[in-house]
């Protein structure tokens, strides 16, 4: 047995260690079971659930860019209900750390979401996708409106006492004046960043290349903006991070937590390696013996400027 | 589902762009079906950064083939890899052809790329089952018949075989098709699997087809492939997990 | 002679093709035109000049990342005077028409270039950098503000009659307000994009790569977002827009044209292939021969939705 | 300048992590001089997207030679590139040591893989002068002393040769060194070129140093290589354009 501790804080959420898969990047965890041992992970988080189910965008929703993607899912998940029902039995038999992304196009219906989800214990915090900008119907004014953020992040407050993580928006000019407002209502923590608005067209048909005609670039493109973002608000409001963007592998971490993230959560890389989360878990685990590191929640916000 | 580091034994080009690349994978060769696929990374760069899905074109032993056409980067970089290089394979993926359906005749009708299953499908039934391959391609140069069996070619501009699309071949041909207990077998561009469903219809004959979509993970994690069902239009079905073989009539193309 | 027509206009400024090369890719033109033929070109912007000399950020300036790269130079540059003085005759020598970038800390400052500028007629236009992610006093804050962004287009227009481009920070919520600004101020047209910011650390050191800590990320990684900003343009503003970000060969010219660019600036890409620009006109005109296209500029903004 | 695109004619493992790769290109044979660089692009995807600068090591005949470390994806890419592979040059660049000075003994001074600029330095001067050839490195593995002639070796854990520094090597040999007319020529990481150009100023040696710095397109038009100038503090120098060879009294390290 070893000696380091690599448990980390996001508020009241307490995670064995700072690997969290990706909303909209392990499903309901069924498929990356087969690679991994849910059992290791910091915490996986569900594909944006909605109030009823959404069939989401007509293909083509995805297409690869440079070390990127783009998506335009559009937010297609089974709902709260179908989710609680079918979903949850199987994540129950499992002992990492649930967190619930919602998705929704009002502040009621975010609520709503919150209500029924609280009661189901095996839900641990919730992480509230105001910034998807995949759809057309609300999510992106949220993500770009200050104050629309805000009353979100009360509102749903209210309504729960488990750790609420609001997931911030990149396409903004200054995300630490989100995230101050995050913390000013009574969020525990953010999530920085989501995807990017990018768009590819097809030189050919001159049509987008997606259907949704802008999509959510990720991947180790975005990986200097996510840690630009990370440390914008690290440096400026007293509030958990959980980085997010491009992360592949053990290194990409450590360089998340030293510009502030508490946490990190691995989004594309489900796609290409799904047993990558668990192995960067042992990877980290002998970074910090090696380098003398017994707490790995000393290297959050530990850079030298 | 397994993630195996397999080497390349060969890569032989056998078309002006096309080539057939067989790799030792002995985990992967066991469990595969025909119909089935592969989602392979090319390179340890993160350009390409994600993996790309090649039907699982043949298996002999231990070791399994893949066809493929040189479209962009990723299949260039593969075309590249000679004996001794590694690919990263993740499969095997998907639901592959469902082969105990009760028929006396296998079609298989293949669109230009659309012959890469055919191998190895034709490996599987031909002890118990006749076969008669229907080929199309826009041109003679498109033609894949590698290693299929009684084959009938058509071509968009009739520089070999029956001059037209590869449907209204079969049509032509539908008293060869009549005569017994068939099931049609059908991959290719999803166009032309859409006119093959509908001939199916028509005439009433039980049909698969294997169907492509862009891809970013290839095993149901990322919602990326979506296909209209035709049973309920309020959800899409997942070509990499729910397909990428269905029965013609379970979806909209 | 082939009859395809290359030529495009960007408001008053008319150019014999597309493609100029970028600000801060091309320094003044000598090294460049050892590769390329330079009256081959659409334009050339020089290095953001301002009124004093700058010596630039201490190095580390620039660190390579997925498909992309981060700068800080801090806008090195020999200033106005030694501009007009040492740099102009090598480009009077040419038959290319000269883009001369501006950068300033000031409303004044940018005016009082503008007017020292303004009398030498090698100069065809002026580029207005209000989006330089890389100076700490000043850059950033005109970039994502309107009202700066406002000011400074209409004080500049006032002392100069040549075509004023405006380029854009996309650092930013909405691009298409900070073009409608720049239009209504009398801007002739826009560039988009800047770069954007990004940053990367050691994680042994657990400093900054770059010494000014974040940098501007440019390259392949960009164009996604890049192409996103132009169109979001395009659909909202009237105005004349050059197209920038991750511009790699003919075929991503093309696709910025779709989404709405008369021209396009090359960057990165230059200190990759000096020759490439000079070669994709070729390769443009090509395309367009074979795919009936008799005037390039009737691409613009051709796309499809 | 030119750019090339030149084959790799062999690609040799001569230490544990260090290659020495042998490509034809005339064009660049021809011209190249001691101390001048290349920057080459190992790929043609966008990962890595930039060149990587690489000192010319030696020239012969219609030859050019590179030895370099692998320190990550760029250099990987290349120790991976065999006989008949291309490689894209952009050179030659940068200034090149000064030849023409009045000296009767050329010093050369190698911090790690700071030894790559010396066999081309060493051919040729070695008919008209005498050499000595002072090589450090942290350990026994990481000296290289490939086609030097008359050298000296220091490592920091005394693994082989004098231990410590290359700079405490050279004072030891003071006396060696002030016999004749005598010129110092350094190459190694900045760190150690601090050290050398300190030793220098204090014994009035005439010295000439090969600096490293990051670079975007070593030749002048990014500006991402400044370098401190002795002379003017308001100004940087570039590292790829003025440099990468300073006389160390040029320079602020
Ligand atoms: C289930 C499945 C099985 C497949 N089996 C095979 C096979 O056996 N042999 C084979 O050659 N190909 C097969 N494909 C297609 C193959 O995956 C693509 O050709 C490949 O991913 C292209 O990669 P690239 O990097 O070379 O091209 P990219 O650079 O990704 O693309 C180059 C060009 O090809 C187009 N393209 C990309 N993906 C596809 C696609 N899926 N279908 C059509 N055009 C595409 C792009 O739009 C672009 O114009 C299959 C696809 C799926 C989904
Ligand atoms: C003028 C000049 C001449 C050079 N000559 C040689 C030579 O002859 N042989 C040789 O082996 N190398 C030489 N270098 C250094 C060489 O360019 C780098 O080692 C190479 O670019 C690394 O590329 P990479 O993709 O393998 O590593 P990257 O992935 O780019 O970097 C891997 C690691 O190496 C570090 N690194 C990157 N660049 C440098 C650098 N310039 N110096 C020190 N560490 C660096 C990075 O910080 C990182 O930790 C020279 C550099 C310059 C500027
Ligand atoms: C295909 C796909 C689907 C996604 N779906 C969601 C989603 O439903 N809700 C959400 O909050 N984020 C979603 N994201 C964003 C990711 O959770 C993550 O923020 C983003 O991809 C950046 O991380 P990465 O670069 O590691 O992928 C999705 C991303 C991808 C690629
Ligand atoms: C090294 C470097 C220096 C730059 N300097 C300037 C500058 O001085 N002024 C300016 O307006 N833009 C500057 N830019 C931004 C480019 O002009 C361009 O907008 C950006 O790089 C995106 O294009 P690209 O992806 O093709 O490089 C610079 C970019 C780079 C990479
Ligand atoms: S490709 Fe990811 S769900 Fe089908
Ligand atoms: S490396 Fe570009 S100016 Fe020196």
Same mark, same amino acid.
């Given at each position: 047995?070893? &000696? $380091?501790?690599?448990?980390?804080?996001?508020?009241k959420?307490k995670l064995?260690?700072?690997i969290?898969? !990706?909303? *909209?990047? +392990?499903?309901?965890?069924?498929?990356?079971s087969?690679?991994s041992?849910l059992?290791k992970l910091?915490a996986?988080?569900?594909?944006?659930?909605?109030l009823?189910?959404?069939?989401?965008n007509?293909p083509?929703r995805?297409?690869?860019?440079p070390?990127?993607?783009?998506?335009a899912?559009?937010l297609?998940?089974?709902g709260?209900d179908?989710?609680?029902?079918?979903?949850?039995?199987?994540?129950?038999?499992?002992?990492v750390p649930l967190?619930?992304?919602?998705?929704?196009?009002?502040?009621e219906?975010?609520?709503?979401?919150?209500?029924?989800?609280?009661?189901?214990?095996?839900?641990k915090?919730f992480?509230i &996708? $105001?910034s998807?900008?995949?759809?057309?119907d609300?999510?992106?004014?949220?993500?770009?409106?200050i104050? !629309?953020v *805000?009353? +979100?992040t009360?509102?749903?407050r209210?309504v729960?006492?488990?750790p609420?993580?609001i997931?911030?928006?990149?396409?903004?000019s200054?995300i630490?004046e989100?995230?101050?407002v995050?913390?000013d209502?009574g969020?525990?923590?953010?999530?920085?960043?989501?995807?990017l608005?990018g768009?590819?067209?097809?030189?050919?048909?001159k049509?987008?290349?997606?259907?949704n005609?802008?999509?959510?670039?990720?991947?180790?493109?975005i990986?200097p903006v996510?840690?630009?973002k990370v440390?914008e608000?690290?440096?400026?409001?007293d509030?958990?991070?959980?980085g997010?963007?491009?992360?592949m592998?053990?290194?990409?971490v450590?360089?998340?937590?030293?510009?502030?993230?508490?946490?990190?959560?691995i989004g594309?890389?489900?796609?290409?390696?799904?047993?990558?989360?668990e192995?960067m878990?042992k990877e980290?685990e002998?970074y910090?013996?090696?380098n003398?590191?017994?707490?790995?929640?000393?290297l959050t916000?530990?850079?030298?400027? | 589902?397994?993630?195996?580091?397999?080497?390349?034994?060969?890569?032989?080009?056998?078309h002006?762009n096309?080539y057939?690349?067989?790799i030792?994978?002995?985990e992967?060769?066991?469990?595969?079906r025909?119909g089935?696929?592969l989602?392979?990374?090319?390179?340890?760069?993160?350009?390409?950064l994600?993996r790309?899905?090649f039907?699982?074109?043949?298996?002999d032993?231990d070791?399994?083939?893949?066809?493929f056409?040189?479209?962009g980067?990723?299949?260039?970089?593969?075309?590249?890899?000679?004996?001794?290089?590694?690919?990263?394979?993740?499969?095997?993926l998907g639901?592959?052809?469902?082969?105990?359906d009760?028929?006396?005749?296998?079609?298989f009708?293949?669109g230009?790329m659309?012959?890469?299953?055919?191998p190895?499908l034709?490996?599987k039934?031909?002890d118990s089952?006749?076969i008669i391959?229907?080929?199309?391609?826009?041109s003679k140069?498109?033609l894949?018949?590698?290693?299929?069996m009684n084959?009938?070619?058509?071509?968009d501009?009739?520089?070999?075989?029956?001059?037209?699309?590869?449907?209204q071949?079969l049509e032509k041909?539908?008293?060869?098709?009549?005569?017994?207990?068939?099931k049609?077998?059908?991959c290719?561009?999803?166009?032309?699997l859409k006119?093959?469903?509908?001939?199916?219809?028509?005439?009433?004959f039980n049909?698969?087809?294997?169907?492509?979509s862009?891809m970013?993970?290839?095993f149901?994690i990322?919602?990326?492939?979506p296909?209209?069902?035709?049973?309920n239009?309020?959800r899409?079905?997942?070509?990499?997990k729910?397909?990428?073989?269905?029965?013609?009539k379970?979806?909209?193309l």
């Amino acid at each position: 047995m070893s &000696n $380091v501790d690599l448990s980390v804080s996001i508020g009241k959420l307490k995670l064995r260690n700072p690997i969290m898969l !990706a909303s *909209g990047t +392990v499903g309901y965890g069924n498929e990356i079971s087969e690679f991994s041992d849910l059992n290791k992970l910091g915490a996986i988080v569900t594909k944006s659930l909605s109030l009823k189910p959404r069939k989401g965008n007509p293909p083509q929703r995805i297409v690869e860019t440079p070390s990127g993607m783009l998506n335009a899912i559009g937010l297609a998940n089974v709902g709260v209900d179908v989710f609680l029902k079918e979903k949850i039995p199987f994540l129950k038999k499992y002992d990492v750390p649930l967190v619930c992304n919602i998705a929704a196009s009002t502040v009621e219906e975010f609520v709503e979401c919150t209500r029924i989800l609280d009661s189901e214990e095996t839900i641990k915090a919730f992480e509230i &996708n $105001v910034s998807c900008p995949n759809v057309k119907d609300g999510g992106l004014q949220f993500g770009n409106d200050i104050k !629309a953020v *805000g009353l +979100v992040t009360s509102k749903v407050r209210a309504v729960t006492n488990k750790p609420l993580i609001i997931k911030l928006s990149p396409n903004v000019s200054y995300i630490s004046e989100f995230a101050q407002v995050v913390k000013d209502e009574g969020g525990d923590a953010v999530s920085a960043i989501n995807t990017l608005v990018g768009t590819a067209f097809n030189i050919v048909t001159k049509k987008p290349k997606i259907f949704n005609i802008n999509g959510g670039l990720s991947g180790p493109a975005i990986k200097p903006v996510a840690l630009a973002k990370v440390l914008e608000i690290s440096r400026k409001v007293d509030v958990p991070i959980i980085g997010i963007g491009g992360i592949m592998n053990w290194k990409d971490v450590i360089e998340f937590m030293i510009v502030g993230a508490s946490a990190v959560q691995i989004g594309t890389l489900n796609f290409i390696d799904p047993a990558a989360p668990e192995r960067m878990i042992k990877e980290l685990e002998d970074y910090c013996l090696s380098n003398g590191v017994n707490k790995i929640s000393d290297l959050t916000a530990s850079y030298i400027i | 589902m397994l993630i195996v580091n397999s080497p390349v034994v060969e890569t032989i080009q056998v078309h002006e762009n096309i080539y057939i690349q067989k790799i030792l994978s002995p985990e992967i060769a066991r469990d595969i079906r025909p119909g089935q696929f592969l989602n392979i990374r090319v390179s340890e760069t993160t350009n390409p950064l994600l993996r790309r899905p090649f039907s699982i074109c043949d298996v002999d032993g231990d070791n399994i083939f893949i066809m493929f056409n040189v479209m962009g980067e990723g299949t260039k970089i593969l075309a590249c890899k000679q004996s001794g290089s590694f690919v990263d394979i993740l499969g095997p993926l998907g639901n592959g052809f469902n082969l105990e359906d009760d028929y006396e005749t296998a079609v298989f009708v293949a669109g230009g790329m659309g012959s890469a299953p055919f191998p190895y499908l034709t490996r599987k039934v031909k002890d118990s089952k006749k076969i008669i391959s229907f080929v199309g391609g826009r041109s003679k140069n498109d033609l894949i018949t590698y290693s299929l069996m009684n084959v009938h070619t058509s071509t968009d501009d009739g520089s070999e075989g029956f001059n037209g699309n590869i449907v209204q071949l079969l049509e032509k041909n539908l008293d060869k098709l009549t005569a017994e207990k068939i099931k049609i077998f059908g991959c290719g561009p999803n166009a032309m699997l859409k006119s093959l469903k509908d001939f199916c219809l028509k005439y009433d004959f039980n049909c698969e087809i294997s169907t492509e979509s862009a891809m970013a993970c290839g095993f149901g994690i990322c919602q990326g492939c979506p296909i209209e069902s035709a049973a309920n239009p309020d959800r899409y079905l997942l070509v990499c997990k729910d397909g990428p073989v269905f029965n013609s009539k379970d979806v909209v193309l």
